[in-house]
């Protein structure tokens, strides 16, 4: 009989195969051919749901590092306005002294 692979393919329906002929007069149009190194269109999916789950990975992180960078932006500010409002005591507590 065969392996059980083997069973298990014959158990898909039969399809019929056609020529290119048959194929240009069916459809108009020519199936662009694959050679023997070109990916299956089944395997070309999943390797293109791979690099958008990469990309997806990348981009996320990028939106992490930024929002990171925006907070640690915020505190700077913070610090910075404390001790410009320090500064400010202190220039307003010299021209009382002066006065």
Known sequence: RGSPARAAVGALPRLSLRSPAELRA???RTVPARGPAAPLPSTRVLLKRREVAEVERELQN???EFQQRMQRLAQRRQQLARRQEQHRDAVLTF???LK
């Open 62 to 64: 990028r939106r992490q």
């Open 26 to 28: 069916a459809r108009g």
């Open 95 to 97: 021209e009382s002294f």
